[in-house]
C-alpha cells in the first residue's frame, strides 16, 4: 500500500496499488474495475468526516485489500464481487486489516489536531474489526492441570537463560496436547516471544560437525537431509548444546507418516490414502539411497543403531512437523528447528501471522502478534496456507473450523479458452479444483457457490462461444447439462468415500480416529458440491418455466 499525502492539509489520502510483480496482477486489476475502483486512484477522506462517513471509507478500503492479499486459491474461489463484499477467510481478513494499519502507522505526520484525530479514529477502528475477527472464531482454552510439563518447563527456563524472552508459558491444552499460553494480555503489535539466533538450530550447526565432509560427497542430498541426519546423532549426543531440546520432543509424532495399516486402509476412496503411500514410499527410497551405505563406510560417525529407518521416519516428522523458514540477515531462507517456537500450535485464525526473518538490530527472530491475546489463552502461530490432508500427513492433527484451504484437485485437461465474461479466462488457470460450498457467498445464477473458473472451463469445453447475457432456453438448458456432468463426478466420489460403520466406529486407535476424521471432512465437502449443483438445476428448471409459452 501506498500512501500518499494531500496538499490540503485537512484531509489525507490513501491508495491500495497492486504489486506488478504479483502473478495474479492482471486477473487483480480486472476484478478492481469491476469492483468500482479505479486501481490507480487515491482514496481521500476529511478530518472533519462523520464517523459513517469514516466507516465507509474503511470499508472501501477493506474491500480493495482483500483483493490486494489475495493468493491464488482465495482468488480462484473468491475472486468475483459478490463475494469480495464481505470476509473471504480469516486469513486474507487480518492481512487486508494489517496492510491498512500499516499504512495508517506510516502515513506522513498530520499537521493539525484534526487530522491527527480522524488518524487516531481509523487506526482504533481497525483494531476493533480486528479484533470482531478474533470474536467470530474464537477457540476456548482448557487447560490439562493434572498432567506435567516438567520437559517442557526446562526447557523454557533453558532458553530464558539462553537470551529467550517470552511472555508465554507452556501447558498441556485440552486437544492440542502441548501449546504457549499467554502470561499476561497481549495487544495487536506485542512480541509474544523473541528467539535469539544462537540457539536456533540450523544449517551452520551442520558445517561445523565431523560428518559434514562426508555428506557433502553425497550425490543428489540436500542441505536439509543433511541436518536432518545430523539430528538423528545429536538427539544421543549427552554433551549436546540442545540437550533439554531433543529430551522435551515426544517420542512419536503421530503423523499421517505413522498411520498403520488399519488406518491406511479406513482412507480408501480419498485421496488423502495416495498422498500418504507416495510419501512414506519417498522417505523409504531416499533412506535406502543413504543406509547402510553411509554406515558401512564410516560406522563410528553413522552408528548402525542410530540410523535405522524407524528412527529416520521419527526425525522426517520432527522436520516436517517442527521446522520453520527462516531468513537470515545474509537474506539466505534456512529451514530451522526453533526450540521453544514449536510449542505454539497452528490455527485457521492465528495470533502470529507474520514472522520469519531476522532482525538485523537485535539477531533474533521475533514472533509480534497480529491480535489480541488474552491471559491464559492460547497463543496460535500459522503454519501457512495448508490443507488438512497436508496437516494430518505432516503434523498430525485437522485444525478446527472451516478450513478455506481444504481443495479437492480436479483433473482437467486444461485447453486454451477464449475471454470469460466472469473476468479472466479459465486458461489462465493451470488447475482447477473445488472446496465446500458453504464458504462462498455467491449463490445466485451462473455461480452457485461453486467456483467461477471451474463453471467457466466446464462450459466452454461444450461451447466456446458461451454468453450469458440472454437467458435463452439454449443457454439455460447448456447450463443444467454443466451441473449435471459436474454432479455425476462427485456421485463417484461420493460412492468411493462411503462407509456404513464411519460414523458408528469409537473405540479406535489414534490413527484410525483421525483417518475417520478426514473421511468425514471429505463427505461433507462432496455433499456440499452436490446439494449446489442440485439447487441449481432447481434454480434453472424455474428459470426454463417462466421461459415457457
Known amino acids: 500500500m501506498d500512501i500518499v499525502k494531500d496538499g490540503n492539509n485537512d484531509e ?324 530451522c528447528l526453533i526450540p521453544i517456537a514449536g510449542f505454539l500450535n497452528h490455527s485457521i485464525c492465528p495470533h502470529i501471522m507474520n514472522y520469519g526473518r531476522i532482525d538485523a538490530k537485535t539477531n533474533s527472530l521475533k514472533f509480534p502478534l497480529s491480535r489480541k491475546c488474552g491471559l491464559g489463552e492460547q497463543c496460535f502461530l500459522s503454519y501457512g496456507n495448508l490443507s488438512s490432508s497436508h496437516l494430518l500427513t505432516f503434523y498430525g492433527f485437522l485444525p478446527k473450523g472451516d478450513n478455506p484451504f481444504d481443495v479437492i484437485p480436479l483433473d482437467f485437461d486444461i485447453a486454451q479458452d477464449v475471454e470469460s465474461e466472469f473476468g479472466a479466462s479459465a486458461c489462465e488457470w493451470s488447475s482447477h479444483m473445488v472446496r465446500g460450498t458453504w464458504l462462498s457467498k455467491n449463490n445466485e445464477m451462473f455461480y452457485y457457490g461453486l467456483p467461477p473458473p471451474l463453471l467457466d472451463h466446464l462450459r466452454r469445453a461444450r461451447n466456446p462461444a458461451w454468453r450469458s447475457n440472454d437467458l435463452t432456453q439454449e443457454i439455460l438448458e447448456s447450463e443444467i447439462d454443466v451441473l449435471g456432468d459436474l454432479s455425476s463426478t462427485f456421485e463417484g466420489m461420493m460412492e468411493a468415500l462411503s462407509d456404513e460403520e464411519l460414523e458408528e466406529r469409537g473405540n479406535e486407535s489414534w490413527d484410525v480416529k483421525l483417518a475417520m476424521e478426514f473421511k468425514i471432512l471429505q463427505r461433507r465437502i462432496v455433499s456440499s458440491i452436490l446439494t449446489s449443483c442440485n439447487a441449481g438445476c432447481d434454480l434453472l428448471q424455474s428459470e426454463l418455466l417462466k421461459l415457457a409459452p
Open 12 to 335: 489525507f489520502r490513501l491508495v491500495l496499488k497492486l504489486s506488478e510483480t504479483d502473478p495474479f496482477f492482471e486477473k487483480k486489476q480486472k476484478l478492481l474495475v469491476a469492483m468500482g475502483f479505479d486501481p490507480d486512484i487515491s482514496l481521500c477522506i476529511k478530518s472533519s468526516s462523520t464517523l459513517d462517513q469514516l466507516n465507509d471509507f474503511l470499508d472501501a478500503l477493506v474491500r480493495r485489500a482483500r483483493l490486494v492479499n489475495f493468493n491464488e486459491i482465495e482468488l480462484y474461489f473468491g475472486g468475483d464481487v459478490i463475494n469480495l463484499k464481505d470476509c473471504n477467510s480469516p486469513r486474507n481478513e487480518m492481512e487486508a486489516l494489517h496492510s491498512i494499519l500499516e499504512a495508517i502507522d506510516k502515513s506522513p505526520s498530520a499537521e493539525n489536531y484534526a487530522t491527527k484525530n480522524i488518524q487516531q479514529c481509523l487506526r482504533e477502528e481497525i483494531i476493533l474489526r480486528i479484533d470482531n475477527v478474533r470474536k467470530k472464531i474464537e477457540e476456548e482454552t482448557v487447560i490439562i492441570k493434572d498432567f506435567g510439563c516438567d520437559k517442557e518447563k526446562g526447557l523454557l527456563d533453558w532458553g530464558v537463560e539462553n537470551g529467550v524472552k517470552t511472555k508465554l508459558d507452556i501447558a498441556r491444552v485440552e486437544g492440542a496436547g502441548r501449546g504457549a499460553i499467554a502470561k499476561e494480555d497481549l495487544q495487536v503489535g506485542d512480541i509474544a516471544m523473541e528467539i535469539p539466533v544462537s540457539i536456533i538450530i540450523s544449517e551452520e550447526l551442520l558445517y561445523e560437525s565431523e560428518m559434514f565432509p562426508i555428506l557433502e560427497k553425497v550425490d543428489g542430498i540436500s542441505e536439509e537431509t543433511m541436518l536432518l541426519l545430523w539430528s538423528m546423532k545429536e538427539k544421543y549426543n549427552k554433551n549436546s548444546k540442545f540437550k533439554l531440546y531433543f529430551n522435551s520432543l515426544p517420542d512419536d509424532f503421530q503423523t499421517g507418516l505413522s498411520f498403520g495399516i488399519s488406518a491406511v486402509m479406513a482412507l480408501d476412496g480419498s485421496l488423502l490414502l495416495e498422498e500418504i503411500m507416495l510419501a512414506k514410499e519417498h522417505l523409504r527410497t531416499q533412506y535406502d539411497e543413504l543406509f547402510p551405505a553411509l554406515s558401512n563406510y564410516n560406522p563410528n560417525i553413522f552408528p548402525p543403531e542410530l540410523y535405522t529407518w524407524e528412527k529416520f521416519l521419527w526425525a522426517c516428522e520432527l522436520w516436517y512437523s517442527n521446522s520453520m523458514k527462516v531468513i537470515f540477515t545474509d537474506g539466505k531462507l534456512r529451514t
